[in-house]
């Protein structure tokens, strides 16, 4: 069946309304409108996500197959190094983190 464009839609309002009344219909019949436009397109979004989660898992199972690459392969974290435990380099002076007071105001 092939897919019919509506760019026109008939609204009738009730015999007794009120403005408000009115408006609130309308939003509603544009809700259902706009549903029933976007459920083929969540439809197939859907379709789409599926594949790429179906792809991603058999590549997270590929790479997790592959020696070296498990996590409980991997080398161990190294320490975490402290400034103070870096070697000073030959012609420069050693830092003083220390806060000097001798020029204080008095």
């Known amino acids: 069946m092939p897919a019919t464009l509506l760019d026109t839609v008939l609204y009738t309002a009730e015999v007794v309304n009120t403005p408000s009344r009115v ?8 809700e259902r409108l706009t549903g029933i436009a976007v459920r083929p397109i969540e439809r197939e979004a859907e379709a789409v996500l599926e594949e790429i989660r179906v792809r991603d898992e058999a590549r997270r199972r590929e790479n997790l197959e592959r020696p070296g690459s498990a996590p409980c392969d991997r080398p161990a974290v ?4 402290l400034l103070s435990d870096l070697p000073v380099l030959p012609g420069t002076q050693e830092r003083s983190f220390r806060s000097d007071h001798s020029h204080s105001r008095r």
């Open 78 to 81: 190294d320490p975490v190094y």
């Open 23 to 30: 408006a609130l219909d309308l939003d509603r019949a544009r």
